[in-house]
């Protein structure tokens, strides 16, 4: 049972327009929720996250939006710029857990020039 | 700024061999994690370790085990390796808290 869903493998989007990837969870003690981007042979690295105290986070061209009713997010990046282009993971943990994260299964972002 | 360094890229190995992915982190992290990456199914946890010498089962545990003999190295063996454990493995550590992991570059591991 996939508990953190992104339902869009792939999208695509114009330079300098906004992207909106989005990620459903349906475990209701996620409390702590994550963005990586991954570009081929490479690792993911950390973009933005956000605490369930909260419903934004932003950090320069990132916003992450959390919907708790909901239990969805959305990543937010405006403008988009061709180097934007990559696959988009999101994660969520349980805090005071164990802290391991379930992820997505990634949505890969093409942005074009 | 905290390194996870894998130590093979790309491997190729033959189908029944013993595989030994290599994972160390420079930066005292209680925490380490292997997830494999797969088209379609994303990121799936393997098995972590939040103490030396502790280890617990994550997903996907089956034909996989790990190793923590030091606080900076964990180690996934691959017992008797089979083609469809051909994947892209993902070695992560991270301290205790709300924070996010770190990653390596990955090894992509093809069995033949």
């Known amino acids: 049972d996939q508990q953190v869903k992104q339902n869009s493998p792939s999208l695509s989007v114009q330079e300098g327009r906004i992207s909106i990837l989005n990620c459903d969870y349906t475990?209701?003690?996620?409390?702590?929720f994550l963005w990586y981007k991954k570009y081929p042979a490479e690792g993911p690295t950390f973009l933005i996250s956000?605490?369930?105290?909260?419903d934004k986070n932003e950090d320069g061209r990132f916003t992450v939006f959390l919907n708790k009713s909901a239990k969805h997010l959305s990543l937010h990046i405006v403008p988009s710029q061709p180097g934007d282009s990559a696959v988009y993971f999101c994660a969520a943990s349980v805090a005071g857990g164990t802290y391991k994260y379930i992820f997505g299964t990634g949505t890969r972002l093409k942005v074009l020039a | 700024d905290v390194k996870v360094t894998q130590s093979s890229r790309y491997l190729v190995k033959r189908t029944g061999e013993k595989v030994f992915l290599e994972c160390v982190q420079d930066m005292d992290h209680e925490n380490m994690f292997w997830y494999r990456q797969d088209p379609g199914l994303g990121l799936r946890l393997i098995y972590f370790s939040y103490d030396v010498k502790m280890k617990e089962k994550g997903d996907i545990p089956e034909g996989y085990s790990v190793s923590r003999e030091k606080k900076e190295r964990f180690s996934l063996i691959l017992e008797s390796a089979s083609t469809n454990q051909t994947s892209m493995y993902l070695c992560a550590s991270m301290k205790t808290g709300p924070y996010g992991y770190t990653f390596g570059s990955g090894t992509r591991l093809t069995v033949v």
């Open positions: 956000i605490s369930s105290i909260k």
């Open positions: 475990n209701s003690m996620f409390d702590y």
